[in-house]
T-cell receptor, first 113, second 113 residues
Framework: DSGVTQTPKHLITATGQRVTLRCSPR?????VYWYQQSLDQGLQFLIQ???????AKGNILERFSAQQFPDLHSELNLSSLELGDSALYFC????????????FGSGTRLTVV | QQQVKQSPQSLIVQKGGISIINCAYE??????FPWYQQFPGKGPALLIA?????SEKKEGRFTISFNKSAKQFSLHIMDSQPGDSATYFC????????????FGQGTTLQVKP
């Protein structure tokens, strides 16, 4: 157990739907990162939050949004889902803003049918 | 300039052999180079990391060699074991003091008994 908890582990949904992925960071970590892993794109950075504030943004689609709550857990919202959004979504956390000492969760496998 | 190129895509090594995975980058502002190991169904786990002011770092059977002038770094796994069979990712931090990591495409290593 890495200490980073992601739920749900698996999600199957239809095109056009909206889903929410949840991440609880490791105790004491203030930064949360979201990554998408697909076979053709590898691990792609989506977004980083640090202590409740958006810190960095990657190639995150406008249909996707995220937030970090006061208790430091984070949610990634994916809407108007398309077949191409099927992927593994990983959350990671680190103690600071700089990303040293990342710890990844086990991921949420999203399948859009 | 933000890319990290990793090779080979896949690698088969006999037990006891040396596994070598290579990465190259363009952006000289990168200042932290971690390697991650990922087993099926799990999130990536930090294996070893190096900063560009160091040419080599060794932890157990794992060694990173870093060539700053060539903008290349590599992972060497000595005495490779079947339990090392996994996907390995190199990465680099994005400049700007965020935690964003730019990952290579990954190398699937199979160690044959």
């Amino acid at each position: 157990d890495s200490g980073v908890t992601q739920t749900p582990k698996h999600l199957i949904t239809a095109t056009g739907q909206r889903v929410t992925l949840r991440c609880s960071p490791r105790s004491g970590d203030l930064s949360v990162y979201w990554y998408q892993q697909s076979l053709d794109q590898g691990l792609q950075f989506l977004i980083q939050y640090y202590n409740g504030e958006e810190r960095a943004k990657g190639n995150i689609l406008e249909r996707f949004s995220a937030q970090q709550f006061p208790d430091l857990h984070s949610e990634l919202n994916l809407s108007s889902l398309e077949l191409g959004d099927s992927a593994l979504y990983f959350c990671a956390s680190s103690p600071d803003r700089g990303g040293r000492g990342y710890t990844f969760g086990s991921g949420t496998r999203l399948t859009v049918v | 300039q933000q890319q990290v190129k990793q090779s080979p895509q896949s690698l088969i090594v006999q037990k006891g052999g040396i596994s070598i995975i290579n990465c190259a980058y363009e952006n000289t502002a990168f200042d932290y180079f971690p390697w991650y190991q990922q087993f099926p169904g799990k999130g990536p786990a930090l294996l070893i990391a190096i900063r560009p002011d160091v040419s080599e770092k060794k932890e157990g059977r794992f060694t990173i060699s870093f060539n700053k002038s060539a903008k290349q770094f590599s992972l060497h796994i000595m005495d490779s074991q079947p339990g090392d069979s996994a996907t390995y990712f190199c990465a680099a931090t994005s400049p700007g003091n965020t935690g964003k990591l730019i990952f290579g495409q990954g190398t699937t290593l199979q160690v044959k008994p």
